[in-house]
Nanobody, 121 residues
Framework: QLMLVESGGGLVQPGGSLRLSCAASGFSLDYYAIGWFRQAPGKGRQEITCISSSGYPHYFDSVKGRFTISRDMAKNTVYLQMNKLIPEDTAVYYC???????????????WGQGTQVTVSS
């Protein structure tokens, strides 16, 4: 059974950092791309970054220069390092998996349950 489990969310002050984890089971990151999405209260879901099965990252404008996606193949886990956090980053963060060759604008079939990130003083 293919599963994704996010962790690492919490409350952080503006300018602070958090690292989210997305632990994958039931499949290998060698064959699936992982995307990170977020959904703020009252807003639609927004894709923020992804990493292809080949390990190539892509960042959308809202997080470029502040967020970094990476993966640990031995742990079958993808990370989202978030720096210089601002209140507008407050959202539920989700990871998702796709077997598409590209992770950008892909169709994601498997989703985690989400983890809350709140940026506030």
């Amino acid at each position: 059974q293919l599963m994704l489990v996010e962790s690492g969310g919490g409350l952080v002050q503006p300018g602070g950092s958090l690292r989210l984890s997305c632990a994958a089971s039931g499949f290998s990151l060698d064959y699936y791309a992982i995307g990170w999405f977020r959904q703020a209260p009252g807003k639609g879901r927004q894709e923020i970054t992804c990493i292809s099965s080949s390990g190539y990252p892509h960042y959308f404008d809202s997080v470029k220069g502040r967020f970094t996606i990476s993966r640990d193949m031995a742990k079958n886990t993808v990370y989202l390092q978030m720096n210089k956090l601002i209140p507008e980053d407050t959202a539920v963060y989700y990871c998702a998996a796709t077997d598409w060759a590209t992770c950008v604008n892909a169709e994601y079939d498997y989703w985690g349950q989400g983890t809350q990130v709140t940026v506030s003083s």
